[in-house]
């Protein structure tokens, strides 16, 4: 994710093996072994093999702790009273440290310890994720219910329906525990202050970690071994989104005070709209892997032997597919390090000459209109993955009355898995079938038209919201006779209170059992939990009890049929990453294409994955119909209007899918008409147009040297 960083300068030093071998003395203990030993029993951290094991857990847990919060984003606001604007800020905070830093890693790379700078980047990184969960450790125990004085148990009678001198009396309780004091205000700010600073740290300890490690493992692998270390590191690190929300399915079933339980225990369920799990657990215990995966490389070599031997098993499939390819694949990688470019010339460049060289490279790479147009493609395409992976937990929630952990399983077991496949889809094609740029154009637009027709029917899949008594305002919905006037009126309701109640013969919602006007709160014990109840209800047109908690959604079946059309989109997607990334790199010069590929990586940061979530939040902010207000302003949002907010959120995810599919088709017309163009005039050297991308697959890892 930035520009090629390794020196290339350094594989013609391969013949030097004993200098090479015992260069960076005293980093590890395998330096200080004698040469003679070392063939007998060479240090494991002189094995690249060893080094990509390392990397690929390492990068594992990097995303992991980077993705966790998406997983727990509506879990967080609940806590802090944030809004869906400010979480996408938060989520997308890490990119802006990331961003800022990532362009000079290739001046820089060839001139450290890369194992090092990995490895202390890493510690940063879970240096990072303990600093996410300090809010929750200087934070007041969660109170979930705010009517009730800050010296009673919570869910206690002050929000049923008193008389009017009783509520009165009690009125004034709640303020002394919910003071809006410049005390709470500027801790508060302090919270979400801290959170951004974890973020950013998150983002700037990632810097180093995949392009050193990328380059690392190229310098040093045997030519023909490269690819195949790095489709393997990618393997593995894909399946760290996954993880993350598995991670929260887990620790969203946790209580968030699980380490400072109230007396007498909680009452609430994770179906309560009240609940809010153990978000910071997750970051514990990412944090910790990725301290734990960081430690090896503060053991590994500045530099170290060039692998010697290719795989036995890699040898026997090429020399069975065909000895040509073999011989051809393995005099093509021996050429590139003699060729010049920005590659070569980096680590001799000062910064002053470094700053002054990279804005001529990317004006010249902009005005190639292959380029640019596969890069605005993949911005469109990754403006709908990042508002999709952090909103859609949360739409999932709110649409569906599905809990915060059960809407992260399904999405870690089944978009996640569907994008890799995808991706894995994409690459098989345009390997097996020796795709060229036309083909692959046309690979890239039938994957974004397939993704844009599985979205149509997601518009049409869930519910309105049900009839809500207590809200101000509620579009679309009358007043229906489970509405009784003057009911209300001996109760004196909380204008703040928040514990809401289901009457589930009307499907109609409370917000507070006095507004239901309930004078009674009954707890029934079956098995290991509690069910509570309210009764006595003047408010509720049967008179019986009703139920504490939301109504669940009238649609809470569709939470499956819309996940499989979402993931199968995910995975049509998913298979236009290979072959648009290979028309990126058989589109620029070869001497810009380790730039090209950089420049592409912060475009696609500083245009899709820093404003999308932000963009997704405030659409979904303007669905909400009642807010709770914190000290006079306006917090978490409380209800929104399901039509809305499906609408709007589907909608955007479909604006970007139609501007990917537009793109798309703009490169294939464009490379018809070069085509047409080649067809009509003499042609020296023939092929050269419609050269197949995987004619060279030796290249790939020095064309992906990121």
Not at 191 to 208: K, R
Request: aromatic share 8%.
């Amino acid at each position: 994710m930035g520009p090629r960083i390794g020196p290339v300068g350094v594989e013609p030093q391969v013949p030097d093996k004993d200098n090479k071998a015992m260069m960076g003395t005293g980093d590890t203990p395998g330096d200080k072994v004698s040469p003679d030993s070392q063939d007998l029993r060479p240090s494991v951290f002189h094995s690249i093999k060893f080094f990509v094991l390392c990397h690929s857990l390492l990068q594992l847990a990097q995303l992991m702790i980077s993705g966790y919060l998406k997983s727990s984003i509506s879990t967080v606001e609940k806590r802090f009273g944030l809004s869906s604007q400010t979480s996408g800020l938060l989520a997308a905070f890490n990119e802006v440290g990331n961003t800022a830093l990532i362009v000079f890693v290739s001046y820089f790379g060839s001139r450290v310890h890369r194992p090092r700078l990995i490895g202390c980047g890493a510690i940063l990184v879970a240096l990072a994720g303990l600093l996410m969960t300090l809010p929750h450790f200087i934070s007041e125990p969660y109170r979930y219910d705010h009517a009730s004085p800050a010296d009673e148990p919570q869910d206690s009678e002050a929000s049923l329906c008193l008389p009017t001198a009783s509520a009165t009396a009690s009125a004034a309780a709640p303020s002394n525990g919910s003071s809006c004091s410049s005390y709470t205000e500027a801790r508060h700010l302090a919270v979400v202050g801290i959170m951004f600073m974890a973020q950013t740290l998150l983002g700037v300890g990632g810097v180093p970690i995949q392009p050193f490690g990328i380059s690392y493992i190229d310098d040093f692998a045997h030519n023909n071994n490269s690819p195949l270390y790095l489709g393997i590191l990618f393997a593995v690190t894909m399946m760290g989104p996954g993880l993350a929300y598995g991670l929260g399915g887990l620790m969203l079933r946790l209580y968030v005070d699980i380490d400072r339980m109230p007396e007498g225990g909680i009452s609430l369920t994770p179906k309560d709209p009240r609940w809010v799990g153990a978000w910071w657990l997750g970051f514990l215990v990412s944090a910790a892997a990725v301290a734990l995966a960081a430690t090896p490389y503060f053991f590994f070599p500045r530099e170290m032997v060039k692998e010697k031997d290719e795989l036995h098993f890699r040898r026997r499939v090429l020399a069975a597919v065909s000895k040509g390819k073999a011989s051809s694949s393995e005099q093509i990688p021996e050429e590139s390090p003699k060729k010049g470019g920005p590659a070569q010339i980096a680590p001799d460049l000062t910064v002053i000459q470094f700053i002054k060289v990279f804005p001529k490279v990317l004006l010249r790479t902009l005005r190639h209109p292959i380029f640019l147009l596969v890069v605005l493609s993949q911005v469109c395409m990754s403006s709908m993955v990042a508002g999709m992976a952090t909103f859609l937990p949360k739409f999932l929630e709110r649409q569906f009355s599905v809990t915060a952990s059960y809407a992260n399983m399904l999405i870690g077991c089944l978009s996640i898995p569907s994008a890799i496949l995808g991706i894995v889809l994409g690459g098989i094609l345009v390997k097996r079938l020796h795709l060229g740029p036309l083909h692959c154009s046309a690979l890239c637009l039938l994957g974004a038209l397939s993704c844009l027709f599985l979205s149509l029917p997601l518009f049409f899949m869930g519910c309105s919201t049900h009839q809500i008594i207590g809200i101000s305002h509620q579009p679309g919905v009358q007043p229906g006779p489970a509405l009784l006037p003057g009911c209300g009126t001996p109760c004196s309701c909380p204008s703040d209170g928040f514990n809401p109640v289901c009457d589930p013969s009307a499907r109609v919602e409370y917000l507070t059992p006095c507004h239901a006007g309930c004078t009674r709160r009954v707890v029934e014990e079956a098995l290991n939990k509690s069910q509570v109840f309210y009764t006595n209800c003047s408010c509720v047109e049967s008179g019986g009890p009703v139920s504490a908690g939301s109504c669940d959604s009238a649609c809470s079946h569709l939470v499956l049929p819309f996940m499989l059309l979402v993931s199968l989109g995910a995975a049509m997607s998913s298979v236009t990453h290979t072959p648009s990334f290979m028309l990126i790199l058989r589109g620029v010069k070869k001497e810009d294409k380790t730039l090209a590929v950089g420049i592409q990586f912060m475009l696609l940061r500083v245009l899709a994955w820093m404003p999308s979530p932000v963009i997704h939040g405030s659409a979904i902010d303007t669905t909400c119909m009642h807010w709770a207000q914190s000290c006079g302003r306006r917090a978490v949002c409380r209800y929104y209007d399901h039509d809305l907010l499906r609408n709007r959120f589907i909608g955007l995810q479909f604006f970007f899918k139609t501007g990917t599919l537009a793109c798309f088709a703009l490169i294939l017309a464009i490379l018809r008409q070069q085509e047409k163009e080649e067809r009509t005039k003499v042609v020296t050297r023939p092929g050269l147009q419609q050269q197949p991308l995987v004619s060279e697959p030796e290249k790939k890892p020095e064309d992906s040297r990121v």
